[in-house]
T-cell receptor, first 112, second 109 residues
């Protein structure tokens, strides 16, 4: 069974640009959550999608958005990038009812 | 709202010794899941152990065990016979996947 796949693994963008990250969950998993991890900040919850609907949202500005497709794949978009958006972005998928989250290897975003 | 608190930013243990990592949480739910995840330098998040709140028995996975105190909303992780490969960041989490700030565990040979 394939794990959670995040693409790309590494990304360098310029301030003001926008970026789209992709996450393919484990087959059969309908929930996808996104997290931002920065040094000293732990994992900050961005949002969760379940069956193409945003079910939960963290405390991030509107520049951060996401969506989920009918095959459960999810994308996260960050517009008007700022230097502070440099982070590791982790995606996790869960099988509803079991709770355990399986994580991808993350996308390392660097904003210069 | 759910919150998870890890009050130990860093911990250190001698190889083969035992260490306990602390975690407290807050929730208004009566049934929920609690987790400990490990993040080694590779950054891959790995599930260490899971506890279901309705189960009174503490979960155990080989050298890893938890002390779950539901009334106190406490969920600590005990690592016995620590190994060099246990060195990592450890995150406490609860459904719906809210994480603590993490504890960096160093294992000394």
């Amino acid at each position: 069974k394939a794990g959670v796949t995040q693409t790309p693994r590494y990304l360098i963008k310029t301030r003001g640009q926008q970026v789209t990250l992709s996450c393919s969950p484990i087959s059969g998993h309908r929930s996808v959550s996104w997290y931002q991890q920065t040094p000293g900040q732990g994992l900050q919850f961005l949002f969760e999608y379940f069956s193409e609907t945003q079910r939960n949202k963290g405390n991030f500005p509107g520049r951060f958005s996401g969506r989920q497709f009918s095959n459960s794949r999810s994308e996260m978009n960050v517009s008007t990038l700022e230097l502070g958006d440099s982070a590791l972005y982790l995606c996790a998928s869960t099988q509803q009812g079991l709770g355990e989250a399986f994580f991808g290897q993350g996308t390392r975003l660097t904003v210069v | 709202a759910q919150t998870v608190t890890q009050s130990q930013p860093e911990m250190s243990v001698q190889e083969a010794e035992t260490v306990t990592l602390s975690c407290t949480y807050d929730t208004s739910e009566s049934d929920y899941y609690l987790f400990w995840y490990k993040q080694p330098p590779s950054r891959q998040m790995i599930l260490v152990i899971r506890q279901e709140a309705y189960k009174q028995q503490n979960a155990t996975e080989n050298r890893f065990s938890v002390n779950f105190q539901k009334a106190a909303k406490s969920f600590s992780l005990k690592i016995s016979d620590s190994q060099l490969g246990d060195a990592a960041m450890y995150f406490c989490a609860m459904w719906e996947m809210r994480f603590g700030a993490g504890t960096r565990l160093t294992v000394k040979p």
